[in-house]
């Protein structure tokens, strides 16, 4: 009988203290949760990536500006291009229109939905104007507005002067194949864009030369992804190297390209977005009286802004020939960029020694369409 009491008591006790920890258990786990929800709402939100950004901007300057100018009845051009890189937008300017309070009138819109005018360039006397757009500080493209019937006074002088369009080919210097050879053979202008530290980079810096072509450097810059090539790699400009190492490694591009009035990135989607160090670059660049072309191998590149700051000779690229290795896609793009010289004077075309660019340009000098601009070297662009 005791014995049965004496055991009563503590089983009792077991079950109380079961039922004390499920409740702390539970008022844990309550606890959790709440701590949960608080982090979820008080947290700051993690800022969203910059191609998500791009993606956002790019699609208010497609979908919401381009819908406003229509209502507004501006009649939008054949050379407006939505590329997955910048947007370009161009649009007649009437003749009975302020060019000035047109600006400021879309100026004043393009601030509402959320975008900066980084500038606003005159492309000639009372011919229009064009209006650089960021979004977040990131470079989404341009709004053109262009008169069409200029009056006669100013029509005359231009019409009297083509438009120039640039052809820069780049990646030479890995070989001297019979392609590469045909570059050189062509007739006219054409800029020459030569890689260091590759087995035939002084050969063809040399012959381009000989050739009457224009030569510039091909630097290597990094960028956001890809594998870096064998033997360009000891010239390649990183975003870890201090200045003096950037101006080294220019200093050896130079050095073993000495024919080179110029430069252009190769690559560099990376690099090329970073202010301080394209500063490095451009400064290096007008120490030697170098010019350089931003070949815009990405959105954010701040490469040819840096440069126009600096006063050096530069000047963007309009369009890449052949992102599609297809005769009649590159014809097409060789096109594009004829019409954005008629547009706005001039235009920078970049292609690479590809058999199928090699053809199209064969071509297009045989045409009637190359006798609509005059063919020019890169440094009677830049400015």
């Not at 209006?131 to 470079?139: K, M, V």
């Amino acid at each position: 009988m005791k014995t049965s009491r004496y055991l009563k008591k503590p089983t009792k006790v077991i079950k109380k203290r079961r039922r004390d920890e499920k409740r702390l258990g539970a008022l844990f786990l309550t606890m959790v949760a709440v701590l949960i929800v608080l982090l979820a709402y008080f947290l700051p939100k993690s800022a969203p990536s910059r191609s998500m950004l791009f993606s956002e901007g790019k699609n208010r300057l497609v979908e919401n500006v381009r819908a406003y100018l229509q209502q507004q009845g501006y009649h939008e051009l054949k050379g407006s291009a939505v590329a997955p890189g910048r947007v370009t937008l161009s649009y007649e300017l009437p003749a009975s229109e302020d060019k000035d309070l047109l600006a400021k009138k879309v100026n004043n819109y393009l601030k509402r939905q959320g975008f900066f005018v980084k500038k606003v360039d005159n492309i000639a006397k009372d011919a229009g104007f064009t209006i650089f757009i960021d979004f977040q500080t990131i470079p989404i493209g341009t709004l053109a507005f262009i008169r069409l019937d200029k009056p006669s006074a100013v029509r005359a002088p231009l019409l009297a002067i083509k438009p120039k369009l640039v052809i820069v080919i780049d990646d030479f210097g890995y070989s001297n194949q019979e392609v590469i050879r045909n570059f050189l053979r062509l007739p006219g202008k054409l800029t020459v864009s030569v890689i260091p530290g590759h087995p035939y980079s002084k050969w063809a810096a040399g012959n381009a030369k000989l050739a009457g072509k224009e030569v510039i450097i091909h630097m290597p810059m990094e960028p956001e992804e890809g594998n870096l090539k064998g033997g360009e790699d000891k010239y390649m400009l990183l975003t870890s190297m201090t200045p003096d190492e950037i101006k080294r490694r220019i200093e050896m591009a130079h050095a073993e390209l000495p024919e080179a009035i110029g430069m252009n990135n190769h690559m560099g989607s990376l690099f090329t977005a970073d202010p301080e160090l394209m500063q490095v670059v451009i400064t290096s660049l007008k120490a030697k009286g170098l010019y350089f072309i931003d070949s815009l191998t990405s959105p954010r590149s701040v490469a040819y802004e840096i440069a126009t700051r600096n006063k050096i000779p530069a000047a963007l690229r309009s369009v890449f020939l052949d992102n599609v290795r297809d005769k009649s896609e590159i014809q097409a793009q060789f096109e594009k960029a004829i019409e954005i010289a008629r547009r706005s004077g001039r235009a920078v075309a970049i292609g690479h020694v590809y058999p199928e660019t090699l053809a199209a340009l064969n071509d297009l000098l045989k045409s009637d369409l190359i006798n609509e601009v005059e063919l020019a070297f890169a440094s009677e662009v830049t400015f």
